[in-house]
């Protein structure tokens, strides 16, 4: 058990030092504009400087540039697209220190029956691992400076297991700004929980700590009003519930992230045929076509699986596409996001 999980009350002497340390960004997040989601496509040449274990099944890296040069900044909510050595592409939060130019830091809980991402970088990467990276992208802003001016009052923070990562830098910006904010993390168990003395060390009067069996939603919710406003990020059938009952309450605006796909909703089977490798993949109403062709194809390149990175897009070669990804890509009417888009027409023939 972390040290302050048996001093409740007390703070972390080294987070204090940390929240001290951290009021400069606070001032500059509450000067900043929240950036717009765009894509950056850059290519930052990476190496591994140290890959440590954090929690059960959980690694946390250190990422430097390759020659030593400060690295793009970032925003709480940020994410990089890693391209790993083996040239699988995949999305990771940013869970570091804004301020901290020198290096990112990442963390990566090890999927054993995922697409391979997960189990490359804990087995195949150690420290000097050379990669690629593009971003940081920022398709999850936290908007404090914007609710501050609108008269929002607190901020409550739910994280879900890996989805931590995403909300642990809005958790140490809003300390530092001073915001009045409440974080509840949720965990299987306290051994699976990543970065849990740091969290807790913030301020242990503001961070719940729940594991074991879920929390019904209204208990999730306890203390949310209309000035409140919430940030999540956990899985989809956590997010889903957290959405309906927010749905039936006054709140300050809900944001979140999931790190899974959605869930296929009002879906319909259909065939594609891929024309390159000559297969043909029957897509049930409820998965994805990405699901679908990863049987066949266990290589296809994916990453956010949620249509907004653009990895998984395919050239179509006949049959109309059921558009349901929220990025330019859609504009191109020769393409589909094979992660959320689907067929209109009975049978679509794809580039693959
Ligand atoms: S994997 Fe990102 S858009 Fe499909």
Not at 166 to 173: G, H, L, S, T, Y
Not at 255 to 275: I, K, M
Request: hydrophobic share 40%.
């Amino acid at each position: 058990m972390p040290a302050s999980l048996t001093r409740p009350g007390k703070p972390d002497r080294l987070m204090s030092v940390y929240h001290l340390a951290t009021r400069p960004f606070a001032a500059l997040v509450a000067r900043t504009k929240i950036p717009a989601t765009e894509p950056i496509d850059r290519d930052l040449a990476l190496i591994v400087a140290s890959s440590d274990r954090v929690a059960e099944d959980v690694v946390s890296l250190r990422l430097e540039s390759a020659d030593g040069s400060p690295l793009p900044r970032w925003y709480p909510g940020a994410h990089l697209d890693l391209v790993l050595p083996s040239g699988r592409q995949r999305q990771y939060s940013l869970c570091g220190d804004p301020a901290d130019h020198s290096s990112y830091r990442i963390a990566v809980r090890r999927i054993a029956d995922g697409g391979g991402g997960s189990v490359e970088i804990h087995d195949s990467m150690p420290e000097g691992t050379a990669l690629t990276a593009r971003g940081p992208r920022n398709g999850f802003p936290f908007a404090y400076p914007h609710l501050a001016r609108a008269d929002i009052s607190r901020v409550a923070f739910i994280a879900a297991g890996i989805g931590i990562t995403a909300i642990w830098p809005m958790v140490a910006a809003a300390a530092a700004a001073g915001v009045d904010w409440h974080l509840t993390y949720l965990g299987r168990t306290e051994d699976t929980m990543a970065f849990l003395d740091e969290i807790i060390g913030l301020d242990p009067s503001r961070v719940r700590i729940h594991t074991g069996p879920r929390l019904d939603t209204e208990d999730l919710l306890a203390g949310v009003d209309a000035r409140t406003s919430v940030y999540f990020c956990g899985p989809s059938a956590l997010l889903h519930d957290v959405r309906v009952a927010v749905e039936h309450r006054a709140t300050a605006g809900f944001h979140f992230e999931r790190f899974s796909p959605a869930p296929v909703l009002g879906g319909r089977a259909f065939q594609l045929r891929l024309d390159r490798t000559q297969h043909t993949v029957a897509v049930a109403p409820d998965e994805s076509a990405l699901t679908a062709v990863r049987g066949t194809l266990p290589e296809v390149a994916y990453s956010c699986q949620q249509g907004f990175c653009g990895t998984c897009r395919v050239r179509v070669l006949a049959g109309e596409v059921d558009r349901r990804g929220h990025s330019t890509f859609g504009e191109d009417p020769d393409s589909m996001l094979i992660c959320v888009d689907r067929a209109a027409s009975e049978t679509l023939t794809l580039d693959l």
